[in-house]
C-alpha cells in the first residue's frame, strides 16, 4: 500500500506537572476534554528540563528542583474539529500555553478493487 497524507490541526499545550485544575493535574483535565469533545486522540509527554513564564528552569536532574516539570498534551486532529475544541481551553489558558501548527496525518492508501 502507497501511503497518503491528510491535513490535520495539531494543538500542543504546554504546562508544569504540578498545575491543578479543581483538584486535577491540568494535563488530565484537558485530556478528559478532549476524549469527552471526542476528539482522534491526546498524549501527555514529560519534559526532563525546561522553564516558562516564571523563569525558574525546572529539571529532572538530581541536586536541582525536581518538581513542576514540563508537561506537553498533544491532540492532532482535523482543523474543524480542533477549533471547535478550543473555547472548552478558554478557562484553562491562564495556567497554560497553547499553540496550534497545521500538519499532516499520515494514512494509508486504500486497498486496491480486487478485479472480478
Known amino acids: 500500500m502507497t501511503p497518503h497524507t491528510v491535513p490535520a490541526l495539531r494543538l500542543t499545550a504546554l504546562t508544569g506537572e504540578d ?12 485530556v478528559h476534554r478532549a476524549h469527552a469533545a471526542g476528539l482522534a486522540g491526546a498524549s501527555v509527554f514529560r519534559g526532563i ?5 516564571s523563569a525558574l528552569v525546572h529539571t529532572s536532574r538530581l541536586l536541582s528542583v525536581g518538581d513542576d516539570l514540563p508537561v506537553a498534551i498533544v491532540v492532532v486532529d482535523r482543523e474543524d474539529r480542533i477549533r471547535a475544541f478550543l473555547p472548552q481551553l478558554d478557562e484553562l489558558l491562564d495556567r497554560c500555553l497553547v499553540t496550534l501548527d497545521a500538519c499532516e496525518v499520515l494514512r494509508p492508501a486504500d486497498p486496491p478493487q480486487e478485479e472480478r
Open 49 to 53: 528540563e525546561g522553564f516558562g513564564a
Open 19 to 30: 498545575q491543578r485544575w479543581h483538584h486535577r493535574p491540568l494535563y488530565a483535565e484537558i
